[in-house]
């Protein structure tokens, strides 16, 4: 992708990588949060692992689609 935007697409998957741990971490830091993250790196790991699931799956849809 070109860096050529400055607001990204909605369902860019960069974006739930990158934004739902610092919304946690605030959540938390001002005691909002129902259900705190014990362990920010797991969590981060997860979100990871869930976006890449969540692209092969749509890859995979998209290609049998096109047939």
Same mark, same amino acid.
């Given at each position: 992708?070109?860096?050529?935007?400055? %607001?990204?697409?909605?369902?860019?998957? $960069?974006?739930?990588?990158?934004?739902?741990?610092?919304?946690?971490?605030?959540?938390?830091?001002?005691?909002?949060?129902? $259900?705190? %993250?014990?362990?920010?790196? $797991?969590?981060?790991?997860?979100?990871?692992?869930?976006?890449? $699931?969540?692209?092969? %799956?749509?890859?995979?849809?998209?290609?049998?689609?096109?047939?």
């Amino acid at each position: 992708m070109t860096a050529d935007y400055l %607001i990204p697409a909605p369902f860019d998957p $960069r974006l739930i990588v990158a934004v739902a741990p610092v919304v946690a971490e605030a959540a938390m830091a001002t005691n909002v949060a129902s $259900r705190p %993250i014990a362990d920010m790196r $797991r969590y981060k790991d997860r979100l990871r692992m869930l976006v890449q $699931r969540t692209g092969s %799956i749509n890859a995979t849809v998209l290609h049998t689609s096109q047939e």
